[in-house]
């Protein structure tokens, strides 16, 4: 049963008082206009919570802006939701149109820094972000007292004489949700054993990130990618005010699970409102590693949640040190996450709860 500004509601009592289920929740689509952004499809979601977030279908079906209530979740660049037209594959050319957002994919048989891998050169974190999707689908259905909203497209990264990967993605919520789930199925779809790398640069911005707010981790070990990152690792995470000339600093974690492999992590700011966050909930069995991007710059002030099936070390590097993985010719992988709001100081203490049950 949906619960609306302050009740739950059944589905007959709702129904009489809307003309229209799209009064209270939806999924619209959008197509941008003017500048690099011009062209670009999406959707809008409002599941009538206060929850709303758009998915960007010709961007690899990624979800760029988030808000709760007008507050936003999400860090967003200034690139805008550029066209993928703009995407420069070389070196670390993919910031160009890193817009942040909520979910940016990295992958999907390279992700992490640039390398040259056997005479090929391979960019910052892949082509995932900057694919366009079709067999697009979109909507909502009930499914007895719950309506579900949702998005649905299939992606492809193929070359001739090379890696033949489709990601069908499902995005979601459903009305008076306060959180989105992600269902990957990633195939190869070619003849050849393929590298398959994946990440999800989950981008969190203020006010969830602000001076005073904490990063929560299941984190039973957690080692520093660069000296910089290693001067700061008592604080790794604590945030601190937008500072001139910040560089960049990533963590990586070995983090608890419950039994089940399902990891509970977030960021809470207990002095927003009487206690605003976000979490993310996956599968380690699924997902084994995890990266922090800490970036607190002026403007570029960011912190990065991000699971994925390895390192953010470049595919050669995740070669050599047994972390990269490979699909099979008809082979695929399934990957659910769930993102969500936390929303006062009851939230915030159940989710601790949860990221303690995790043994970290």
């Not at 003017?34 to 998915?55: I, P």
């Not at 050169?121 to 697009?136: C, D, E, F, I, N």
Request: hydrophobic share 35%; net charge negative; glycine share 12%.
């Amino acid at each position: 049963m949906p619960f609306l500004f302050g009740k739950n509601i059944s589905v007959s009592e709702l129904l009489q008082k809307v003309g229209d289920i799209s009064q209270v929740a939806r999924v619209k689509p959008i197509r941008l206009v003017e500048g690099v952004e011009d062209g670009v499809l999406g959707f809008d979601f409002s599941t009538g919570s206060g929850l709303t977030f758009s998915v960007l279908a010709n961007r690899g079906m990624d979800i760029s802006s988030a808000h709760y209530k007008g507050k936003p979740l999400a860090w967003r660049s200034a690139t805008g939701d550029a066209h993928p037209y703009t995407y420069e594959p070389e070196k670390f050319g993919w910031l160009r149109g890193f817009y942040g957002g909520l979910v940016t994919t990295c992958g999907y048989s390279t992700m992490g820094f640039p390398s040259e891998d056997d005479g090929q050169q391979l960019g910052l974190h892949g082509r995932a972000s900057y694919t366009p999707a079709y067999h697009l689908s979109w909507g909502g259905e009930w499914r007895g007292e719950d309506y579900i909203l949702f998005a649905q497209g299939s992606l492809r990264e193929a070359i001739v004489f090379g890696e033949n990967l489709q990601l069908t993605r499902r995005i979601e919520t459903q009305l008076g949700a306060t959180w989105l789930r992600i269902h990957d199925v990633v195939k190869n779809l070619g003849y050849k054993r393929t590298p398959h790398m994946i990440l999800y640069h989950i981008n969190l911005g203020w006010p969830v990130v602000d001076e005073g707010a904490e990063v929560v981790l299941p984190s039973q070990e957690v080692t520093p990618r660069t000296e910089i990152a290693a001067k700061d690792i008592a604080i790794w995470n604590r945030l601190i005010a937008p500072t001139p000339g910040f560089y960049e600093q990533v963590y990586f974690h070995k983090m608890g699970a419950k039994a089940d492999g399902t990891v509970v992590c977030g960021i809470v700011n207990r002095a927003c409102e009487g206690g605003y966050g976000v979490y993310v909930r996956y599968n380690r069995n699924e997902l084994p590693y995890f990266t922090q991007w800490k970036m607190m710059g002026q403007g570029e002030y960011v912190v990065g949640l991000e699971p994925g099936n390895a390192l953010v070390q470049g595919r050669v590097e995740e070669r050599a040190a047994g972390r990269l993985q490979y699909l099979e010719p008809g082979e695929e992988r399934t990957y659910t996450l769930e993102i969500g709001v936390l929303d006062g100081a009851e939230a915030i203490a159940q989710f601790e709860q949860e990221v303690k049950a995790c043994g970290g």
